[in-house]
C-alpha cells in the first residue's frame, strides 16, 4: 500500500516520499495568539494531527514544526491598548493554545517556535533577498519584488498578468514598486518601541512581516526542503505563495515538495467562521454549551474529508458525540464479552477486509470518513454476533485490532474523560436505588442534574445508558 496525498502544487493525487528515506519533515502554518483559536482554525490544527498520526501508522519518523505568531498588527493594537509588552499580552492566549490543542487530543509537535525568538534568522533572510535584487528598502520598509520571482503564483495557480496589471504604483503610501509586492520588514514607529516590538537590523530598526517568519523558522528547524508544509485553505494566498517566493529566492532550492490545504469551517448560517466575519466561535464556548472536546475532535477531522468544506451546527456535534459512544460502547462490550468457545469464519474474514479497507482510505489522501464508515457498518454485524455469542477469541482480537487501528487516528475511544464516567455511573446507581424505594422525587432530581451537566439517561432492556447532550438552559444553535 502506498500512501497518495493530494498536491496543491501539482493539483493531483500523488505518491508520497519523504526525501530522506523513512524521515518526514513537516511545517504547518500555527495560530496568531492574539486571541484564543476559533473552531476554523482548529480543524486545520487537527488536520495536522491527522497528518502526522498517519504518518506514523505508516511508518514514518515525522519532524513536526508550527510556529505560533506574536508578531501581529491585531497583537500590537490590543498590546497597545491595553498598555503591556506584546510577551505580556500574548502569554495568555498560548497557554489557551495549548490547554486547546490538548483537550482536542492533538499530538505535540516536535518544535514550536516563536517570530520574536527567531528576529535573527529573518533578518539574515532578509539581508540575502537584498543582496540578490529580490527585495528593496523604501523609507525604512523592506519588500519582496515579485517581479525578481517568475514562479510566483503557482501554487494559487494565479494568473500572473493579473498580478502585474499593477504594475508600478508610485504615488503609493508605502512606496511599493508594485501593487502586489509585501513587505518583509516593516520600519519601527515610536510606539512599537513601548511594547517591546521593534529590533536592530542592518537595513533599519523595525520589525518582520507576517510572511517571513515562515520561511526564516522552518530553514532554521528542517532545512531549506520541507517534504510536506500544511495549513488552511485560506493561507494560500498571499500567505504559502510569499513563503514560496521568499525561500526559494533566498536558498534556490525548493521550498516545499507536498502542499496540503485543508478546507474551511462553516457555521450553522453558512458564514466561513473566521475571527474577521464576525462568526467567531472558541473550543471554550462549545465546551460551555455543553459539548464534548472529543465529540467535537471527531467531527471536526471525521465528519468530511479534510479538503470538503464542513459545517458547524448543535445537531452535527450531537451526532459526532453519539459516534464516539458507540465507538466506546462497542469496544467495551467487545472487551467485556467472554469469548465463544469457536470463532466465526465470516467474521474473522469480514473484520481482516475491513482493516484493510480503512488503511486504504487513510492511504488514499486521508480519507477518515470513508474508512469510518466502513467501520460502523462492520460494527452493525459484529454487534449482532455478540448478541448471539458467536464472538471468539480470534475475533474479539481482531475486532479490538480494529478498534486500535481506528483510535490510531481518533483517539477517542480508549481516551480518559478523568472521572466523569465514575461519577455518573455512582449517580445511575443512586437513581437506581431512589426508584426501587419508589422515591421518585429524589430519582427524577437525580436525572434532572445529569441533564442539566448535558448528561441524558436512556432507560432499555439492556439497563440505563448515558449520553452527551447539550445541557439545558445552555443550548445554542
Ligand atoms: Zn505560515
Known amino acids: 500500500m502506498t500512501l497518495r496525498l493530494h498536491n496543491t502544487l501539482t493539483g493531483a493525487k500523488e505518491a508520497f516520499e519523504p526525501l530522506e528515506k523513512g524521515h518526514v519533515r513537516m511545517y504547518t502554518c500555527g ?107 523604501a523609507d525604512g520598509d523592506v519588500y519582496f519584488r515579485i517581479a525578481s520571482f517568475p514562479g510566483y503564483g503557482a501554487l494559487s495557480h494565479l494568473d500572473r498578468a493579473g498580478l502585474r496589471a499593477g504594475a508600478r504604483v508610485a504615488t503609493d503610501k508605502y512606496d511599493k514598486e508594485n501593487v502586489s509586492d509585501f513587505a518583509l520588514w516593516k520600519k519601527a514607529q515610536p510606539e512599537d518601541e513601548k511594547i517591546g516590538a521593534a529590533w536592530d537590523a542592518p537595513f533599519g530598526r523595525g520589525r518582520p512581516g507576517w510572511h517571513i517568519e515562515c520561511s526564516a523558522m522552518s530553514k532554521r528547524y528542517l532545512g531549506d526542503t520541507l517534504d510536506i508544509h500544511a495549513g488552511g485553505v485560506d493561507l494560500m494566498f498571499p500567505h504559502h505563495e510569499n513563503e514560496i517566493a521568499q525561500s526559494e529566492a533566498a536558498n534556490h532550492q525548493q521550498f516545499a515538495r507536498v502542499w496540503l490545504h485543508s478546507e474551511h469551517l462553516f457555521d450553522a448560517t453558512g458564514e466561513k467562521m473566521s475571527k474577521s466575519a464576525g462568526g467567531f466561535t472558541t473550543l471554550r464556548d462549545l465546551v460551555e454549551a455543553g459539548h464534548d472536546p472529543l465529540a467535537i475532535r471527531f467531527f471536526l477531522i471525521a465528519n468530511a474529508h479534510y479538503r470538503s468544506r464542513l459545517r458547524l451546527s448543535s445537531e452535527a456535534l450531537h451526532a459526532a458525540a453519539e459516534q464516539v459512544r458507540r465507538l466506546r460502547e462497542f469496544f467495551d462490550r467487545v472487551e467485556r464479552t467472554p469469548s465463544a468457545a469457536s470463532d466465526d469464519e465470516g467474521l474473522e474474514q469480514k473484520t481482516a477486509a475491513v482493516r484493510a479497507a480503512y488503511r486504504e482510505a ?76 419508589r422515591d421518585f422525587a429524589r430519582s427524577d432530581q437525580i436525572r434532572d442534574d445529569l441533564r442539566r451537566r448535558g448528561i441524558a439517561l436512556e432507560d432499555s432492556k439492556a439497563g440505563v445508558r448515558w449520553r452527551r447532550v447539550a445541557p439545558t438552559g445552555a443550548e445554542r444553535s
Do not use: C
Not at 477517542?412 to 445511575?428: D, F, K, M
Open 31 to 137: 495560530p496568531t495568539i492574539w486571541n484564543y483559536a476559533h473552531v476554523g482554525n482548529l480543524r486545520s490544527f487537527l488536520f495536522y494531527d491527522l497528518v502526522r498520526r498517519h504518518l506514523r501508522v505508516s511508518g514514518y519518523r515525522v519532524t513536526h514544526v508550527m510556529n505560533l505568531t506574536d508578531i501581529d498588527d491585531r497583537i500590537l493594537d490590543q498590546a497597545m491598548h491595553a498598555g503591556m509588552s506584546i510577551g505580556e499580552y500574548t502569554k495568555p492566549y498560548a497557554t489557551a493554545f495549548f490547554e486547546d490543542m490538548a483537550a482536542l487530543r492533538a499530538e505535540r509537535a516536535d518544535h514550536y517556535p516563536r517570530a520574536t525568538e527567531h528576529i535573527p534568522e529573518m533578518v539574515e533572510m532578509i539581508a540575502t533577498l537584498l543582496e540578490r535584487g529580490n527585495a528593496y528598502a
Open 362 to 437: 487513510l492511504d488514499d489522501d486521508l480519507n477518515l470518513p470513508q474508512g469510518i464508515g466502513v467501520v460502523f457498518d462492520l460494527i452493525r454485524e459484529a454487534n449482532a454476533a455478540l448478541d448471539s455469542d458467536q464472538v471468539g477469541p480470534r475475533n474479539k482480537a481482531s475486532l479490538l485490532g480494529l478498534i486500535d487501528d481506528v483510535d490510531a487516528h481518533l483517539d477517542v475511544v480508549r481516551a480518559e474523560e478523568p472521572g466523569l464516567a465514575e461519577e455518573v455511573e455512582r449517580l445511575i446507581g443512586e437513581r437506581e436505588s431512589a426508584r426501587r424505594a
